[in-house]
């Protein structure tokens, strides 16, 4: 999929901001899973978002 250079921005910001919660609400303990869910998240999310209202 090619994006524009401001998607990836975006999803670097929304990632985060989501790790910033995880960490600091402690929501998965294992540094290693938080890391992993928080970026498969993100990027779902990402693209999810990208594809409903950017994409024409």
Do not use: N
């Not at 990836?8 to 929304?14: D, S």
């Not at 992993?36 to 409903?52: A, E, P």
Request: proline content about 2%; cysteine-free.
């Amino acid at each position: 999929m090619s994006a524009p250079f401001y998607v990836y921005i975006i999803i670097g910001v929304i990632g985060a901001l989501v790790l910033g919660i995880f960490d600091r609400y402690k929501i998965i303990k294992s540094k290693t899973l938080r890391y992993f869910v928080v970026t498969f998240s993100t990027f779902m999310i990402g693209f999810l978002l990208y594809d409903l209202i950017v994409s024409q």
